[in-house]
């Protein structure tokens, strides 16, 4: 048995079938339906394996389903490693469907894209000036994109001494449509005292393509970013998209069964870290305007990185807003890279439970730290047709620095 399928088995034999996982899980809160949960998902992998059945619709059916979110490891109290039995079961799949993996031609074409961040963000120009047109029904929960503006990101004034040096990884969607919330990171982590450099060969995280089942393609692109960092020396790697830090911070699982890159791998993860890490508990004064604001988490950020809790801490450190948590910031949006476009359908029904728990709180802002869930909480916005603003917690903290300059230096502006 492959090395895969071994850690696969290790970790079915791990779980007691408790069922704490089950209403963790969107995709069974949505149907109650055992083969939409981790528990039965499990059970269809087992069989596969043990050729008590075979691989076929029924586990395409129950695996393609699953967000990927990971939530219910981290409500496990075994400790089982889900995504190890989630991506045998993919590789399993891999010899009884075609090439294309069961991706209709949209998710193809984006897989492509996001190999080129330049290529991706010269599309989304395109797309802003031919909004008018028609569009391919796939391709709606992509028309937030066209209607989002970069902010300009002026230099940041410097607050503390010198803190060392980092490394940013920019992302491909992240840096092709919401460039200005990196750029906001960067001189957040500047006025911090943090020296950043971004290098030049970096390319796509492949989560993407990882999740779509497209292993050797996230493998490829993996080691494009390892070469790259490797340059930088052992500075933290830092991002502001939850699941790019989660899929970096596996790289090292990646490539566990591969002697030539396992150690420059596992070297790379160790040192990733999502930005706000670098930036809790520095001396940075954060000023609102009154408004009421909430947050939707990242839940590889939560579930994978265990960062989650720091994003909170810094939405609610800015003076004069109102920091209003929804209940379920913690579970996943229904984007999970794309399953929205995938499995429009399921993604729609997940999206109406967190839009009803944030239309309760009258926020004038939505905050995110992760491209994929601004452009789903942004959608859900539109369709309800809530007075609010969706934007990154990069972007938000960075004017309430400025704000919390100004005030610092006796000027008051209003804005």
Known sequence: MEKRFELAMAEINHCNK?????????????????????????????????????????????LTYCLGCRACETACPSGVQYHRILEAGKAVLDGTRPRHRGLSFVPRMLLRLTKSPKRLGRLARWGKRAQHLPMPSALKSLMPMLAYHPEMIPPAPRVSPAQGKASFFQGCVQEALYHDANRAAVELLAAV?????????????????????????????????????EGTGAVPVVNTAGGCGAMLSEYGELFASDPDWSERADRFSRRVKDWTALIEGRPLRFVGTGERVTLQNSCHLLNVEGGGDVPAKLAAAVEGDTFVPIPGQDRCCGSAGIYNIQHPDWASRILVEKMTEVQERFPDRVLVVNPGCQLEMTQGVQQRELPAEVEHLARYLYRAFLRGQRESQGFHQVE
């Open 193 to 229: 005292g943090y020296e950043v450099k971004t290098p030049a060969m970096q390319t796509c995280c492949g989560a993407l393509a990882w999740h779509a089942g497209r292993s050797e393609e996230a493998r490829a692109l993996a080691r494009r970013n390892i070469e790259a960092f």
């Open 18 to 62: 408790c069922g704490f996982c089950l209403p963790a899980c969107p995709t069974y809160r949505l149907t109650g339906n055992e083969l939409d949960s981790p528990r039965g998902r499990i059970a269809m992998v087992e069989g596969v394996l043990n050729d008590e059945i075979a691989a076929g619709d029924g586990l395409e059916a129950s």
